[in-house]
């Protein structure tokens, strides 16, 4: 290895700090956290996606965690 990759590589090691591969039952996605969004309705208990030809006309768009947290439940039409 030539004095120049070297040094780009010991720079690099020392801002970044030395590589650690996940562990086995970490996974990218665990790192990685995004907010589904499913809709409800004014007056349903299950919550659907966009499309879904169970959704009526007051859809309201809500985060799938917080719907399951006020006890929606899933529609057995779409599954989102």
């Known amino acids: 290895m030539n ?3 070297l040094m780009l590589l ?3 090691i020392l801002l970044c700090g030395p590589f650690q591969p996940l562990k086995a039952s970490e996974s990218i996605a665990y790192h990685v956290r995004q ?3 499913v809709y409800v309705t004014n007056t349903g208990s299950k919550y659907h996606r966009g499309g879904c030809g169970y959704l009526s006309r007051s859809k309201i768009s809500i985060s799938k965690k917080k719907a399951v947290a006020a006890g929606y439940g899933t ?3 779409c599954r989102p």
């Open 3 to 5: 004095k120049l990759m």
């Open 10 to 12: 010991t720079g690099f």
């Open 75 to 77: 529609c057995s039409r």
């Open 35 to 37: 907010e589904v969004t």
